[in-house]
């Protein structure tokens, strides 16, 4: 059983800042892909940006240059830099691995709780 946990979340004003993280735990061998999400009320829910576990990155058009994903593999753990934030940014912030077992030795997809950004104007 593996648990990923979001943290990093909250409200700020247009322009600020914010750094999400999101940690697994659990029988993990290893985790390949990492991505960030996000959906906001009505909407699908939509890729953020993703990193692979060499630390290739790819981001959503509407976020580059003001958005950095990045992970530590020793950790199990992925961040997302968010920088320059706009109202429509505001949504909720989930992250996504593509974990290989300990015990199946089989690759799944895993999702954390979700952590809500609110940016106001």
């Known amino acids: 059983q593996v648990q990923l946990v979001e943290s990093g979340g909250g409200l700020v004003q247009a322009g600020g800042s914010l750094t999400l993280s999101c940690a697994a735990s659990?029988?993990?061998?290893?985790?390949?892909?990492m991505a960030w999400y996000r959906q906001s009320p009505g909407k699908q829910r939509e890729l953020v940006a993703s990193?692979?576990?060499?630390?290739?990155?790819n981001y959503a058009d509407s976020v580059k240059g003001r958005f950095t994903i990045s992970r530590d593999n020793a950790k199990n753990t992925v961040y997302l830099q968010v920088n320059s934030l706009k109202p429509e940014d505001t949504a909720v912030y989930y992250c996504?691995?593509?974990?290989?077992?300990?015990?199946?030795?089989?690759?799944?997809?895993?999702w954390g709780q979700g952590t809500q950004v609110t940016v106001s104007s």
């Open positions: 990193i692979e576990r060499g630390g290739s990155t």
């Open positions: 659990g029988s993990i061998f290893r985790i390949n892909a």
């Open positions: 996504n691995m593509r974990i290989i077992s300990q015990v199946q030795g089989i690759e799944y997809s895993s």
